[in-house]
């Protein structure tokens, strides 16, 4: 069989992905400060989807012929996956607050008080934890925890570049 018949009829050997392609891939959008500091929703979207594909691949078949690649396809998915939690948060806090940046809404909303929890691996979700000033027992402030108000996949509408 020539190799271009081995190209359009693979053998029964899975392909591996490269860990190191994968932190290449959340570093290309993490790092940046044209990405990472002065954000807007279409970035956001762009960077999540090109994360989203990221998290794809790492579902996928990991190498692992040593214990050095178990530990590096372990540490790719979990970069990817902060990396997915922390732009899907940014995307979810429509506001500019302390080093969180939003071109898109320049100000500080004194309306959006609360901390972000934010998780979930296939399907992300978003939890505020509202701030209140009112006097809980010997706390000057209390935080109570609301229910997860977005449960969402990252991919809504990602325009093309």
Same mark, same amino acid.
């Given at each position: 069989? $020539?190799?271009e018949q081995n190209f359009l009829f693979p053998n029964a050997v899975e392909l591996h992905y490269q860990s190191e392609a994968i932190v290449r891939g959340v570093q290309a959008e993490m790092f940046p400060?044209?990405?990472n500091y002065l954000?807007?929703?279409q970035g956001l979207l762009d960077s999540l989807a090109k994360l989203e594909k990221l998290?794809?691949?790492v579902q996928g078949n990991p190498k692992q012929d040593s214990v050095r690649d178990?530990?590096?396809s372990r540490r790719a998915a979990a970069l990817t996956a902060v990396?997915?939690?922390a732009?899907? $948060?940014a995307l979810h806090r429509t506001e500019t607050r302390s080093e969180h940046i939003r071109i898109d809404y320049p100000e500080t909303n004194p309306n959006q008080r609360y901390y972000q929890a934010t998780g979930g691996l296939d399907k992300l979700w978003v939890r505020?934890?509202?701030i209140t000033d009112a006097m809980s027992g010997d706390k000057p402030q209390s935080v109570y925890a609301t229910s997860t108000v977005q449960t969402t996949q990252t991919t809504p509408t990602v325009s093309k570049l």
């Amino acid at each position: 069989m $020539s190799n271009e018949q081995n190209f359009l009829f693979p053998n029964a050997v899975e392909l591996h992905y490269q860990s190191e392609a994968i932190v290449r891939g959340v570093q290309a959008e993490m790092f940046p400060l044209e990405k990472n500091y002065l954000r807007s929703e279409q970035g956001l979207l762009d960077s999540l989807a090109k994360l989203e594909k990221l998290w794809e691949q790492v579902q996928g078949n990991p190498k692992q012929d040593s214990v050095r690649d178990v530990e590096f396809s372990r540490r790719a998915a979990a970069l990817t996956a902060v990396a997915r939690w922390a732009y899907f $948060s940014a995307l979810h806090r429509t506001e500019t607050r302390s080093e969180h940046i939003r071109i898109d809404y320049p100000e500080t909303n004194p309306n959006q008080r609360y901390y972000q929890a934010t998780g979930g691996l296939d399907k992300l979700w978003v939890r505020r934890d509202w701030i209140t000033d009112a006097m809980s027992g010997d706390k000057p402030q209390s935080v109570y925890a609301t229910s997860t108000v977005q449960t969402t996949q990252t991919t809504p509408t990602v325009s093309k570049l």
